[in-house]
C-alpha cells in the first residue's frame, strides 16, 4: 500500500492504520494471524492503547520477528500523573516487545479537569517529555473528542500527533482542526473513520476520507476481509463520486442529527452523570468484548440511574437531544446486554 508523509514526524505512513480495539475479541491466534496479514497488506501503522484489555500484547506477539523498524506503532495513556504515566508506558513497551513506542498519546484530553491534570507540574505531560528525552517515545502526541480542547492543545505546540474522531457524518474536525493540524503539520489520525461501528459501506466513508490528503484513518479491524476491502478501496485511488456524495447527504439526513457527537456540551450535570459516555452504550457494546463492556459502563449506568429529569443538559445540546429520554434508552440496552 501507498505509503504518505504523516506530518512533521517525517514517518512515512501506510494511507491507513490498524486500529487495535476489536482484536481485543479474538484469540490471541486470531489476532496474531490478522496482524501478520494486515501487514503483509502493507499496512504499516498500528494503533492501540493501554485501556483497550490485551490489544497491546496481541500486537506485540503480532509483530514478533518482523524489523522493528518497518513498523510504526502508536499506543496511548489514559494517565493524569507523571508515575502513572511512567508505569503505563513501561506496561505498553512490555507488552509490545519493544524498547521504543513510535507514538505515545495522552487519551483523551476530553475535559478541562483532564487538561489541567496532565499539563500541571507532577503531570503525564512531563512523563511523555521525559519518555522523548530518554528515547523512549519517538513522538508525543493526545487524542481527544471535544473540539475546543483539541484546538486548544493543538496550539500549546507540545505535540506532534493529533487524534479526532472524524467520519462523514461526524466531519466536525473538517472545519478548524483538520486545517490547523496541516498548517502546523502535525499527524493526523481520524478516530472512527466508519462511524465507530454507525457506518457499514467502507467505500462511502473511504471516498470520503480520502478527500482530505493529511489525514490517517485507523479502522478498528477484527476480520482480514474488512482490511482487505480498505486497502483496495484506498489502492484503486477513486476519487468520491455525484452518486456518492448524494448517498452520503442521505445517510446525512436519516442521522440527522440525532446521535450523540461527545462533545461535552451538556455538561455539568448536578448529578455527576457521564451523559456521552452512557449515550455511547451502543457503540461500545460493537467494540469492546461483553467483559470489558460492563467494566467500562457498569458504573456510568448506574449513576445514569439517578437522572433528575431536570432537562439542563438538554438545553445546553447543540444538536437539541432528548438526553434523558436517550439515558433510559441506553440504560435499556444495558439491561438487553448484560441480562
Ligand atoms: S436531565 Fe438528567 S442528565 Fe440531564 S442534567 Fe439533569 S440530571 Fe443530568
Ligand atoms: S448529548 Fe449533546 S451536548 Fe452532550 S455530548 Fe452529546 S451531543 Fe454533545
Known sequence: MEKTRFGKTELMVSKAAFGGIPI?????????????????????????????ADSEEKIGEGIRGMKREDIIIATKSPADDRKTFNEHLELSLKRLGTDYIDIMQLHNIGSAGKRDKVFASGG???????????????FPGFSSHSNELCLETMKTGKFDVVQFP??????????????????????????????????????????????FDSIVPDPGIEKIEEIREITDIISSKCTITEDDKMEIEKL???????????????????????????LSTESCEKRFTLERFKLMLGQPIERARTCLECGRCKERCPYRLDIPALLKENIKHWEKVTG
Open 24 to 52: 481485543m475479541r479474538l484469540n490471541k491466534e486470531d489476532a496474531v494471524r490478522l496482524i501478520k496479514e494486515t501487514i503483509n497488506l502493507g499496512i504499516n501503522f498500528i494503533d492501540t492503547a493501554h485501556g483497550y
Open 124 to 138: 503525564a505531560y512531563e512523563g511523555l517529555q521525559e519518555a522523548v528525552k530518554a528515547g523512549k517515545v519517538r
Open 166 to 211: 472524524f467520519n462523514f457524518i461526524d466531519d466536525a474536525a473538517a472545519k478548524e482542526i483538520i486545517p490547523l493540524a496541516k498548517e502546523m503539520d502535525l499527524g493526523f489520525i481520524a478516530m472512527k473513520p466508519m462511524g465507530g461501528g454507525k457506518l457499514d459501506n467502507a467505500r462511502l466513508s473511504f471516498r470520503y476520507l480520502m478527500q
Open 252 to 278: 446525512r439526513a436519516e442521522y440527522g442529527g440525532v446521535w450523540c457527537h461527545r462533545c461535552d456540551y451538556c455538561q455539568p450535570c448536578p448529578q455527576g452523570i457521564d451523559i456521552s459516555w452512557v
